[in-house]
C-alpha cells in the first residue's frame, strides 16, 4: 500500500522561496502522478500542481504559474514542489496525492484520487 509523506514547511517571508518534497513508502512513487494540493483555512482544497509518472505533463494552477515549480528526482524517488515569489495567499496546508491513472485536464479533482500525504503547513508572513 502507498504512503505520501510531505517533507518541508514552516514560516517563510513574502518573496521567499521554499522546497515541499513528497516521499513515497511502500511502492515507487515514479510509477505515480503526483498532485499537490492545498487548502487554505476557509477555503476548499484546490489542485497546485501535477507532474505525470514520465515527467512529460506538468499542470499549474493559474494562482501559482510562473512562480512554482513541479519535479521528479527520479534518483531519490521524490517529487518536489519548488515554490517562488511566495505571496501570504499562499499560506496553506500543502498535500501530494498520487495515482497510477494519468491525469488531462482532470488533473486538480480532488475526487480522483485515492493516496494522500499528511499534509505540511506552509505559512507566509513577515
Known amino acids: 500500500q502507498l504512503e505520501l509523506v510531505e517533507i518541508g514547511g514552516g514560516l517563510v517571508q513574502p518573496g521567499g522561496s521554499m522546497s515541499l518534497l513528497c516521499l513515497a513508502y511502500g511502492s515507487r512513487l515514479d510509477d505515480y502522478g503526483v498532485t499537490w494540493f492545498r487548502q487554505a483555512p476557509g477555503k476548499e482544497r484546490e489542485g497546485v500542481s501535477y507532474?505525470?509518472?514520465?515527467?512529460?505533463?506538468?499542470y499549474y494552477s493559474e494562482s501559482v504559474k510562473g512562480r512554482f515549480t513541479v519535479s521528479r528526482d527520479y534518483a531519490e524517488d521524490l517529487v518536489r514542489l519548488q515554490m517562488n515569489s511566495l505571496k501570504s495567499e499562499d499560506t496553506a496546508m500543502y498535500y501530494c496525492?498520487?495515482?497510477?491513472?494519468?491525469?488531462?485536464?482532470?488533473?486538480?479533482?480532488?475526487?480522483?484520487?485515492?493516496?494522500w500525504g499528511q499534509g505540511a503547513h506552509v505559512n507566509v508572513s513577515s
Open positions: 507532474i505525470s509518472a514520465s515527467g512529460d505533463r506538468r
Open positions: 496525492a498520487a495515482e497510477t491513472v494519468q491525469f488531462g485536464d482532470n488533473w486538480s479533482d480532488e475526487s480522483q484520487y485515492e493516496n
